[in-house]
């Protein structure tokens, strides 16, 4: 049974302790955070931070939030260890790059969304042009709306010319 990164009875040293060939103490700062069946985890922060910089930190620290800038260290040294330029801003930016091209994705497969379900409407017989020239009654006014520039307007506006576009029928995820 572990606590605090030791065996209970016997005193194991805390993976810190160990990659530092000390005497690992009952109160050491290290050992709740850094057990000894992970000896990466402190050998990654040790060699980016250092034990010292890391024993500071450790102890300027309420220990409520000592938790927490442990996991935080580790996956700054990790990031830094795989990427000694960058680091963290590495892995940030390519996560943004990565959303980035999800959001041209997601915007590109809406758009087809919608020109698919532009394609599946159904031509009405009752578009408001063909009701005006199928109406032969009264006014004046509705002989002038149903010139031919008005009619042409309104039914190429539900126009889709499949001869012309050669690429409708492919997915644009294929880009």
Same mark, same amino acid.
């Given at each position: 049974?572990?606590?605090?990164?030791?065996?209970?009875?016997?005193?194991?040293?805390?993976?810190?302790?160990?990659?530092?060939?000390?005497?690992?103490?009952?109160?050491?700062?290290?050992?709740?955070?850094?057990?000894?069946?992970?000896?990466?985890?402190?050998?990654?922060?040790?060699?980016?931070?250092?034990? /010292? %910089?890391?024993?500071?930190? $450790? !102890? =300027?620290?309420?220990?409520?939030?000592?938790?927490?800038?442990?996991? +935080?260290?580790?996956?700054?040294?990790?990031?830094?260890?795989?990427?000694?330029?960058?680091?963290?801003?590495?892995?940030?930016?390519?996560?943004?790059?990565?959303?980035?091209?999800?959001?041209?994705?997601?915007?590109?497969?809406?758009?087809?969304?919608?020109?698919?379900?532009?394609?599946?409407?159904?031509?009405? /017989? %009752?578009?408001?042009?063909? $009701? !005006? =020239?199928?109406?032969?009654?009264?006014?004046?006014?509705?002989?002038? +709306?149903?010139?031919?520039?008005?009619?042409?307007?309104?039914?190429?506006?539900?126009?889709?010319?499949?001869?012309?576009?050669?690429?409708?029928?492919?997915?644009?995820?294929?880009?």
């Amino acid at each position: 049974m572990k606590e605090s990164g030791r065996k209970q009875g016997a005193m194991s040293p805390c993976a810190a302790c160990k990659l530092l060939r000390r005497r690992c103490a009952q109160d050491c700062v290290f050992a709740p955070y850094f057990p000894a069946d992970e000896p990466q985890k402190f050998a990654s922060v040790h060699k980016v931070f250092g034990a /010292s %910089n890391v024993n500071k930190m $450790l !102890q =300027e620290l309420p220990e409520h939030q000592r938790s927490d800038a442990v996991s +935080s260290m580790v996956y700054e040294a990790n990031a830094r260890v795989r990427d000694p330029v960058y680091g963290c801003v590495g892995a940030i930016s390519s996560l943004q790059q990565q959303i980035d091209l999800l959001q041209t994705q997601l915007a590109l497969a809406q758009a087809e969304v919608v020109h698919m379900r532009m394609n599946q409407l159904p031509s009405t /017989s %009752n578009h408001p042009s063909n $009701l !005006q =020239e199928n109406d032969s009654s009264s006014s004046p006014n509705k002989h002038i +709306s149903t010139n031919s520039q008005t009619k042409s307007f309104f039914t190429m506006d539900m126009m889709v010319d499949h001869h012309h576009q050669p690429n409708m029928g492919e997915s644009l995820w294929s880009c």
